[in-house]
């Protein structure tokens, strides 16, 4: 059973280009939640995808987009690029059917992280 | 989502049990208490959580004080490849989860 997969590993883009970036979920997850992680920091969260809908979305202006497509998976969208937008890019996934049948709390797996530098 | 305060850094022998401490005064009744542990420029790997009870795994127990007012992560023979930030989140779930600083643990030989 594949985990959670995101791609590319790394990226370098220069200021003012665009970036997308790809994750596959957990084999039976419906959810998918993007971080953004910089240097020495905890990750924050950028916004979550729940039936291709953006659901809940963090402190993070409109250059980030995303979209969640019918098999789950799920694009994360940054334009305009700027220095400060270079970070590990953390997708999580879940399942909210099965948080609301078990009410036993959410569980979120992680991938590896896609590396964005921007020059 | 409660605030969650943990020690900076800690240090555990090799075999030894890892205690790592977690406050979350302003706990309320519906959110649980959740560790992740991030190993250098990997993904956040999910360890355990737990609501009232105290929980077991493969990798750790999870002790919640009876006041929920703090919990201790317990690795029960930590190894080198345990050397991670650790994450203690208090939150009710199926929502994003807050990521403070964590604590910074490392196994030493």
């Known amino acids: 059973d594949a985990g959670v997969t995101q791609s590319p590993t790394h990226l370098i883009k220069t200021r003012g280009q665009q970036v997308t970036l790809r994750c596959s979920p957990k084999s039976g997850h419906d959810t998918v939640s993007w971080y953004q992680q910089a240097l020495g920091q905890g990750p924050q969260f950028i916004f979550q995808?729940?039936?291709?809908?953006?659901?809940q979305r963090g402190n993070f202006p409109d250059r980030f987009s995303g979209h969640q497509f019918p098999n789950y998976s799920s694009e994360l969208n940054v334009n305009a690029l700027l220095l400060g937008d270079s970070a590990l890019y953390l997708c999580a996934s879940s399942s909210l059917l099965a948080i609301f049948l078990a009410a036993s709390g959410d569980t979120q797996y992680f991938g590896p992280g896609t590396r964005l530098t921007v020059l | 989502d409660a605030k969650t305060t943990q020690p900076t850094s800690m240090d555990c022998a090799e075999g030894r049990a890892a205690n790592l401490p977690c406050n979350h005064s302003t706990i309320s009744g519906n959110e649980y208490v959740y560790w992740y542990r991030q190993i250098h420029s990997q993904g956040p790997q999910y360890i355990i959580h737990?609501?009232?009870n105290n929980e077991t795994n493969e990798m750790a127990s999870l002790i919640i004080t009876e006041d929920r007012k703090s919990s201790t992560l317990i690795l029960p023979h930590a190894t080198l490849r345990d050397t991670a930030v650790y994450y203690c989140?208090?939150?009710?779930?199926?929502?994003?989860?807050?990521f403070g600083t964590g604590t910074r643990l490392t196994v030493i030989p």
């Open positions: 989140i208090a939150q009710t779930g199926a929502n994003n989860l807050f």
């Open positions: 995808y729940y039936e291709e809908e953006e659901r």
């Open positions: 737990g609501l009232k």
